[in-house]
Every structure is written in C-alpha cells, then in structure tokens.
C-alpha cells in the first residue's frame, strides 16, 4: 500500500513552501513558469498513477489532456457554457475517454500497452489538426478564466491563477492518494504485481484498470482545462504524442511510482529547460545528457536518489531487490 | 473578464511604454524557432534582420537592443515567450514569427497589449484579414497575395487542366487555394485535388502516381522545407517532367533548398515575392552582403529579416520609440528594396509587393539558379473582414 | 480519372518500396528487443546518423562508398553506445532503459544540427539508377526498385542466417530463453552485442539508403520512429516474420489508404494498430507465444 514516509512528507512541505514563496516574490515570467511547472505537475500525477502503480506506461495522457483543453473552449466559447460547467463537462469527457481506452488496452502489456495507447493519442491528434470547426492546425483561441468574483478573486492576476493552480493541484495530490489507499488503489497493486494471482482470486482485472485509467484521465482533463486558462490558446500541439513523451520523461526522472518524485521531476525539467534555452539553442542536448546520467546513477529518478541516500542500509537492500524483481516481471509481461 | 484583461494590458503596457521612452532605445524582442522543424528558417530571418540593423541604422542616434526568444514553433510556447518579451522584458516591439499557428496564437496579446509586432514570416491570410490589428505589420507576404497571380498568369500561358497536391495543414489549404481561385476565375479547370497529411508524408509516390493519372496537363503544388526536398526528387525520379510540368508555389524551390534538389528542380516553374536573382541595385547590395556574412545565397526568408530591419529603423526615423507610435509609423513604412518597390496597405496591414514567377534552372559550375520570367505587378490583398482605423498620418 | 491497370502496378510498387524502408529500419529493433528485452527508442536517430553519414560521404567519395561505409559507421557507434550506456542498462528494468534511450533521441539529434547544421542535405541516386525500368508498361524509377531488391536480399540473407547458421540457433535461443541459453553455454553476451551492432548498421543501412529518396534532415529519425514502431508492435516483437509481416501492412495500409481513402488517410494506420492490438493483444506474428 501507498505509504508517505517522512521524507515524502518533508519533500512535500519544502515543494510547497517554495510554491508559496514564489508565488509571492517571483516577477512575471517567474510566475509564468511556476504556473506551467504547476499545471505540468498535475499532468504527471495523473500519469504516474497509472504508470508507477498501474504499470500502465501511456502515450495518450498528453492526449486526454488536450482533448480536456478542446472540450473546455469549445464549450465554452462555442456553446456558451458557463466556464465551471464547461469545465466540469470537459473533465467529465476526458474521464470517459481515459476510461474507455484503459479498459480497450487492459489486455495489451509491456511496450503492446504504450503502442495502443500512443495509436488512440495521435488519431485524437490527426482529428483535432484536420477539424477546421476546432480551428485546424492553427488552434482556437478565447478560452475564459474561471470567474471566483463571488470569492473576491480575479484570476486573471496571474499570481491569483498561479495560487489557484497549486490549489488544485494539492487537491488532486490528496485524491491520487486517498485512490491509492482505497480498496481500488490496493487492487491495482495487486494486478501490477501479479495480474494472473488477482485474476485467479476472482478479481476484474480490466475493470481495476479501466476505472483507475478513467480517473487518472480526469486528472488530465484537469491539468488541460488549467493550460487551455492559461495560455488562453490552444493548439492540436497539446495532443501530440511527444507531449506525452516529455510527460513521462518528467515523471521517469523525478522517480516513477512515488507520487511525490513526478513533483520534483516538474519542477527541475522546466526550471532546466528554461534556464538552458537561454544559454544554448542546443538545451536538449544537455537535456538528454542529465537524463542518462540520472538513470546511470541507477536510482529510481532523482527522487529516488535522495530517497537512497537517507534511508538505512538494510532497507536499501532490499528495496534494490525488489526493484529488480518488478523490474523482471515486466519485462516478462512485455 | 476579456475588457479587464485588455484594460490592464494596456495600463501596464503604458507604463512600461512610458519608461523606455525615457531612454533612447529601442527593444526588440526577436521571436522566432531557434529549434525544431523550421530551425533553419529562424536563423536566416535573424542573419538578414541583424545584417539589415547593420546597413541601415547608422547614425540613428537610438540603440537598437535585441532579446531573443525560441517559439519552438509550438503556439503555447510562442505566446508565453511573447508575453515575457513585453511583460518582462520590456519589449517596444516584437519581430519574428514563423508559423502561422503561432501567430494566430498570438494575435489577441499583442493586440490587446498594443505592442507593434513585424511579422517576418507567417502567411495565413486571416492576420491581415478578419483577424487584422494596427499593431500587426506583416513584411513577409500572404498566402494568397503569393499564389493568387500565378494562377492568372498560368491561365494567360494557355495552360487550362491543372491537378493540384498540397501539405495537408492550413497555410497549405490557403497556397493552393489562392492560386485555385484566381486559375478558375481566368477560366482554367482543376481537374483534382490531392492532399498529403503534413509532416507524416515521406513518400510521394501514390500522390504522384494520382496526379498522373488524372490526364491534367499541369501539376501545380505547396510544398515547404523537407517536404518540398523529397517532392520534387521524387516527381523527378518518376519521369513526371516529360508528361506533366510542375509549377508550384515558389516555397517549393526556394534557394534555402534549391542545392539539395539539385538537378531534380531544373525547369519548375513557380512564383514568390523574392528571388536571389532579381535585377536591382538593392538586391545587388543585399546579396552580395548576405553571401560575405553567412557564406551563401539568401533566400526569401533571409529578405524578410532584413527587410523587417529596415522597416523598424525607417519607423524609428520618424522619431517614433514608443510602442503607440512605431505601431503607427510601421504602418507607412515604404522603400524601394531587394524585392522592389514595398509599400504597407493602410487597409490590411500587409505588404505590398511586386510577385515574380522564375523558373530554376542549372546555372554556372552545377548551382542551381532562378531565371524571372515575369514579375507581375503589386497589388493589395483584398481586406477580407479586416475593419481598422487608418494610420494617422504625421 | 480512370486508373488503369499501370496505375495499380505502380501504387503496389509505392507499397513494396515503403514496405522494405521500413523492413530495413524495423527488423534491427525488433530482433533487439527480441534478444534484450528492450526497445531502442534511439533507433530512428541512428537512422538519421546513417543518412548523414551517407550525405557527406556521398560527397566526398560517391553515393556506392557512402552506402558501405555509412552503416558500418553508425554500426561503430552502435558499438560505442552498447559500452557505454547499453550494457550497463542490461539490468536496470525497461523504464531505465526507455529513458536512456529517450535522452539519446535528445542527444543525437541536437548533435546532428551541431555538425550538419540546420538545412536540409541531399545526395543524388548514382546514375546507373538515375533512369526508369519499363515493368508491366510502367516506368518505375531504377532507385526505387533498387529499394525493394536490397530490402528483399536483406530479408533472405536474414532469414537464412537465423534458420541455417550457428549464429542463428544461438539467437534463436537466446529470443526464446536468454538465462536457458545461457546455462547452455551460449555468450549471451557476446551475442547481445552482435546483435545490437548489426541493428544498428541495418539502421544506418536504411538511413543512406533513405537520403536520395527523401531528404537529410535533423527531425528525420523521429519522423520515422513512430511508423517503425508502429510496424514491430503490429507484426509482433523479436521476430524476423513480424517484422516483414508488419512493414507489408503498414507500406500496403499507407499507400492505399491515400490513394482510396484520403480523408482518414492519416488515421488509418492507428486505427489499425488498435484493431489488432484489440484482438492481439501481442501483435500477429510475436516471437514468444
């Protein structure tokens, strides 16, 4: 089962805390990263749910979360919704969608998994880029911010939109927990660890997956929604399978299946790539460079690494073991 | 809610206009791909922009200081870079833009923060169109303005069946467009249109063969980059010259690529607002500049850059250094320049420009090189929904 | 329009010819997969490398030495990366290994624009294959032809070479059952290693042969990265038989789909991935059952 250790714990209040605090001193493209780097961060929860507890590697989150982007404007902008019922309806498809996918590629594994999830991800990507009623290739534009007037905050200060970003993102922090710690949660782990013992226990397999894929879907339907506000533009862009590519570089860097790991793995990809694009034109070449080097270092992301070094040498032991055995076995399931 | 941004959009641009109008000097956020596809056609925009600077800003008495941005041709990255420009660092005007998608994603920022952007590249018609704004100057062309005459004067030449093959996105649907509607209009027939999906097309050959099939007497196509490489070795290797002569927009042999292509491109005839040989003593003076600095020929998008340059020190020579009043000066810009006469429409924002239609040929020592065959006159887009106030006049 | 039968001749040889590039590109990631257990999400930058390789080779010293030598340089640095990076990687899961691979696609490609710069290259066919061959009344380009013929040589090679050789059994069982064929006595090792290195010249050998065809450029190698993923996961992983199983589909799926259904044309081939991942869940033809 999920468990925070007080590390996790610690890592959680400093990410936090460093939020805040630049939230409230940062100029404004500071603020501009911090809410990427927040938008990002729900992004990679949603997909660490499903590919560091789930297994379930996916090529189409970047997808569902441009597929959340399109609903949202479109709604809200075409049909005139309201933004909070756009958004809700937004998220609501996307969790369908998520849903229905994960319970199509329930049977596939391995890199089988990636694939069939990378296939549903670029026709939603070829639909959006050829549709001219959601503006072709060159996008749409419009999308309204959330109105908190009632709250007396106006979201189009962008320290206010950055602060509602970490709002919810924490909100959705403690829901990809509370998923983890329900039964739902616990039967996951049971499928990733041996699907065929969860199956023989009389378990629905495909269900367990298709449910958790459908909510780590609303997630992304969450963090599009958030970008479509933010950038108040969209483009078939968002769709495309390199944003989930990038998305599970993120997370595989921070450390895979920690939750908080994808966290710190938001904040040091965005902070380098922005820091290195103004040096060189050629940052992904560095980009590339630290990405080997972390998984030379043989932790579980840079997370991982920190995680290592503080905790006690028997434990390191056997986690290295078990490492080596989840790595096995999916590469058996593969 | 979008009155409130735009209200405070504009008040913080005032302030920061404000601020660098103390100081004589301008800041020009550079936004162009630095990285990705179009890499290439960022750097040769900067190397004219910057030579340009250098020819005309002498004795101008107001520094020019130049930030670059990277768009990476990804429309979200565009705006959030455009924003830092003027939000942080203090942009008076912004220049660049290669992909129309960014600059459609652009559009209502710098319109609403009432900052001057020199477009340099993007053609989609809309952004001189019913997406128009006083604060959008395009140097570049339009995606009409380019293909529009060719289709007439193809039409003059006698030829009449035309099958046309273009990328599968919208700046392509546009180039094919513009010359489809003018061809038809001066009684040509387009016998079939075939579309290849953009940026996942690497073999031609099926389009070709359809295009083959169709008995058109002529193919006329939009292509662009590596796209426009592969198109047009492939038509040759299909022996496609001998029975259906390929005219294109003029992307398709641009001289950025015209090397690669090699013999393949010998006889293409297209049409485009710049070509290296054009007879001017401008051109003269730019290419031979051009090839002392960077070591080749420019292209049309080299001409872009440098002609952007000109045009924000002509603007700045009217004694305008705020955003309010470049924006305004930009808009009536006029020079004779590498490509002729240029002149901005009042109407749309837009440039005005001669067209020349050239065909490639092999030239000396195995170069490929472009001989005109016409150069059709200058004529404005027509406005197309665009509705703003005319510039004021100094 | 009234297609005849020239203009179908001509569209299967479109079919084939694609088919063959990508058999070219997809038979060494599959095999190493087969064998380690791991994809190489660098392959189609490696096939970017060979098409450089070629294109300044080609200049240098004409488009037949460019076409030997190219792969067996990116073979070298298939070498250097299986030292250096790829052995090490042999023990570390498969995320480790995507990841690797994920920030070598970074690496090279950035590498490339460094070298090579951003313009596109281009080399030009060798004259003997410049011309056109009358087959059934179409005159088919010689080069494209030449395609089809290599890749169908390569394929026969191969497959002798797994059916009839030493070399072949060893990989065979390695495919099978790496620790069994171990305990056997087979250097696994040794045979990872073979194995990978002749991928990636099998790569680079697609990569020259792609350069007079297409164009050089930096993004090439991801541009086709998906397709040939996309054919290793439809044909099924780790086998020869897959391989050519899935480049048939995809060349013969691309290119008629273009030319009978253009509207969905560059959906088709998801769709189809998704169909026979639905009903095979581990592609048609995989090594393992």
């Excluded at chain 2, 020019?64 to 942009?91: C, F, H, S």
């Excluded at chain 2, 010259?241 to 090397?259: C, D, H, I, K, R």
Aim: overall charge neutral; proline content about 4%.
């Amino acid at each position: 089962m999920f468990r925070h250790t007080p590390l996790r714990y610690a890592a959680l209040i400093i990410l936090f805390s460093g939020a805040l605090f630049t939230a409230f001193t940062a100029g404004y493209f500071g603020m501009e990263i911090l809410t990427e780097i927040l938008i990002l961060a729900i992004l990679v929860l949603a997909l660490d749910l499903v590919a560091g507890f789930g297994g379930m590697v996916s090529l189409a989150h970047g997808a569902l979360m441009g597929l959340g982007a399109y609903a949202f404007v479109a709604l809200a902008t075409k049909a005139g919704l309201d933004p909070w019922v756009a958004a809700s309806a937004a998220v609501a498809i996307t969790a369908g969608t998520g849903w229905v996918i994960g319970a199509i590629c329930a049977r596939s594994h391995g890199i089988y998994f990636i694939m069939a999830t990378l296939a549903f991800g670029q026709m939603g990507y070829s639909y959006f880029f050829e549709q001219s009623f959601f503006g072709g290739d060159d996008g749409m534009v419009g999308p309204r911010r959330f109105d908190l007037g009632f709250i007396g905050i106006n979201l189009n200060d962008s320290r206010s939109f950055a602060l509602f970003c970490l709002a919810i993102l924490g909100v959705i922090y403690l829901v990809a927990m509370a998923i983890l710690r329900s039964g739902l949660g616990r039967s996951l782990t049971g499928v990733t660890h041996n699907e065929k013992r969860m199956r023989a226990l009389g378990l629905n397999v495909w269900r367990v997956k298709a449910d958790v894929f459908g909510l780590s879907g609303a997630m992304a339907g969450i963090a599009g929604v958030l970008a479509a506000q933010h950038i108040m533009f969209i483009s078939p862009k968002m769709l495309h399978w390199t944003v989930s590519g990038e998305a599970l570089v993120v997370v595989i860097l921070g450390g895979l299946g920690t939750l908080v790991g994808p966290l710190v793995g938001a904040v040091a990809f965005v902070v380098m790539k922005h820091e290195l694009s103004h040096v060189t034109t050629y940052w992904h070449l560095i980009v590339g460079l630290v990405l080997i080097a972390v998984v030379m270092s043989r932790a579980n992301g840079i997370f991982g690494f920190i995680e290592a070094r503080f905790r006690p040498k028997t434990d390191r032991m056997i986690q290295s073991i078990q490492t080596r055995d989840d790595a096995k076995e999916i590469a058996k399931d593969a | 809610m979008r009155k409130t941004l735009t209200a405070a959009l504009t008040g913080l641009a005032t302030i920061l206009a404000a601020q660098s109008a103390l100081a004589e000097r301008v800041n020009v956020g550079l936004l162009l791909p630095f990285s990705g596809v179009y890499a290439s056609l960022g750097n040769e925009i900067e190397a004219g922009f910057r030579l340009g600077l250098e020819h005309f800003s002498d004795d101008l008495g107001v520094e020019i200081n130049i930030i670059r941005e990277d768009t990476e041709v990804n429309p979200a990255n565009g705006l959030a870079r455009a924003r830092k420009l003027v939000m942080q660092d203090g942009a008076d005007v912004l220049v660049g833009i290669v992909s129309s998608g960014v600059l459609g994603a652009i559009r209502d920022f710098v319109h609403g923060a009432q900052v001057p952007l020199i477009v340099a590249n993007a053609g989609n018609d809309e952004a001189t169109g019913e997406r128009c704004s006083p604060y959008i100057t395009r140097l570049s062309f339009s995606n009409g303005q380019v293909n529009r005459p060719m289709g007439r004067w193809m039409a003059e030449q006698g030829v009449r069946r035309v099958y046309t093959l273009g990328a599968d996105y919208a700046a392509g649907r546009q180039m094919v467009g513009g010359f489809t509607e003018a061809f038809v209009e001066a009684g040509g027939e387009i016998v079939g249109q075939g579309w290849t999906p953009f940026q996942q097309t690497q073999d031609f050959g099926p389009y070709l063969a359809q295009a083959r099939a169709s008995g058109a007497e002529a193919l006329f196509v939009f292509y662009a980059g590596g796209e426009a490489i592969s198109f047009v070795n492939q038509y040759d290797s299909f022996g496609m010259a001998e029975v259906m002569p390929l005219y294109g927009s003029g992307f398709l042999t641009s001289q950025l690529y015209v090397n690669a292509q090699g013999e393949s491109a010998n006889g293409v005839i297209t049409s485009l607002h710049y070509v290296p040989t054009a007879d001017n003593p401008e051109n003269t003076a730019f290419v031979e500049a051009f090839q002392a600095s960077i070591g080749r020929l420019p292209s049309e998008y080299g001409v872009q850059g440098y002609d952007s340059a000109r045009a924000l020190v002509e603007a700045i020579r009217t004694g305008a250094t705020d955003r309010e009043s470049l924006a305004n000066a930009l808009r009536q810009v006029s020079f004779e320049g590498p490509r002729g006469a240029l002149s901005i429409d009042p109407a749309t924002n837009n440039v005005i420009q001669p067209i020349f239609v050239y065909e490639t040929v092999s030239g000396e020592n195995g170069a490929m090189t472009q001989k005109v065959l016409a150069t059709l006159p200058a004529e404005a887009d027509p406005a197309n929904g665009c509705v703003m106030p005319a510039p004021v006049t100094n | 329009m009234t297609p005849d039968l020239s203009f179908w001749t001509m569209q299967t040889l479109n079919a084939l010819q694609l088919s063959m590039l990508l058999f070219l590109l997809s038979v060494g990631l599959t095999v190493i997969f087969g064998l380690m257990h791991f994809v190489n999400l660098a392959h189609g930058a490696l096939y970017a490398l060979g098409a450089y390789f070629a294109a300044t080779l080609a200049s240098h010293a004409g488009f037949w030495v460019a076409l030997l030598l190219a792969p067996l340089g990116v073979a070298v640095v298939g070498m250097a990366l299986y030292g250096g990076l790829i052995q090490r990687m042999r023990k570390s899961g498969p995320m480790a290994q995507v990841l690797v691979t994920f920030g070598l696609i970074f690496v090279l490609l950035d590498l490339t624009r460094i070298f090579w710069g951003d313009l596109a290259l281009a080399i030009t066919p060798p004259a003997i294959l410049a011309g056109r061959v009358d087959i059934l009344g179409v005159g088919y380009p010689a080069y494209r032809l030449f395609i089809i013929a290599l890749g169908l040589g390569i394929f026969a090679a191969l497959a002798l070479i797994l059916s009839r050789t030493q070399i072949g059994a060893m990989i065979r069982a390695g495919v099978d059952n790496d620790d069994m064929a171990a305990c056997m006595g087979i250097n696994v090792e040794r045979l990872f290693f073979i194995v990978f290195c002749v991928g990636c010249g099998l790569a680079g050998l697609a990569g020259a042969v792609a350069a007079p065809l297409l164009s050089v450029t930096p993004g090439m190698g991801l541009e086709i990265l998906i397709p040939t993923l996309i054919v290793i996961v439809i044909g099924g992983l780790g086998s020869l038989k897959g391989a050519i199983a899935g480049s048939l589909i995809y060349g013969f799926v691309q290119t008629f789909g273009a030319v009978l259904l253009p509207g969905v044309a560059s959906i088709l081939i998801y769709a189809l991935l998704a169909a026979v991942l639905l009903l095979k869940p581990v592609g048609l033809f995989p090594a393992k059952g």
